[in-house]
């Protein structure tokens, strides 16, 4: 199924972060804007040959409008605005880094997009930024399951709650 011809369910990537079959630029800088800080730093302190870089546009905070559907299927509506910190850097070899993240945080933003630039460059084996990435998506999935188990955990039955007052 095409992209324009699938619905907008089939469209929705739930899951935007890191697709261990397939690591396309979009789902690494996914997994890059949802990382944690620390883990991202962890990740920059643990690489000996740092690059160089010149920035192509600061660390700038703003805001974008965040628009829902009613019913998640339904008519689109503005629901708010929330802060955003985007940058783009190239790296002295040329490659070009951007990175948009949720927040305030000009460090997280700059690391993101340090790492996407270097992610093009990397080739060959142990590709060890990769490798880095594809176990914060994992840490990424892994909190996404442990909210999606606590939300369950709260459902109720309101099914069950008409019937009990009929009796």
């Given at each position: 199924m095409s992209e324009t011809t699938a619905s907008p369910q089939a469209r929705c990537r739930r899951d935007a972060a890191?697709?261990?079959?397939?690591?396309?630029?979009?789902?690494?800088?996914?997994?890059?804007?949802?990382?944690?800080?620390?883990?991202?730093?962890?990740?920059?302190?643990?690489i000996a040959d740092k690059p160089s870089f010149a920035w192509l546009k600061e660390p700038q905070r703003g805001a974008a409008m965040v628009r829902a559907r009613a019913g998640g299927t339904g008519m689109t509506f503005n629901l708010g605005e929330m802060t955003v910190t985007r940058c783009?850097?190239?790296?002295e070899t040329g490659e070009i880094g951007v990175a948009y993240v949720a927040g305030r945080s000009r460090r997280h933003a700059t690391l993101a997009a340090i790492f996407d630039a270097m992610l093009q460059r990397e080739t060959g084996a142990g590709r060890p930024i990769l490798h880095g990435v594809e176990r914060l998506a994992g840490e990424i999935i892994e909190r996404r399951r442990r909210a999606a188990a606590e939300a369950a955990a709260t459902k109720v039955d309101f099914s069950m709650l008409v019937q009990g007052a009929d009796t």
């Open positions: 890191f697709r261990p079959e397939r690591p396309d630029r979009r789902s690494l800088i996914s997994t890059l804007a949802l990382a944690r800080l620390a883990d991202l730093d962890a990740l920059w302190d643990a783009v850097i190239q790296l």
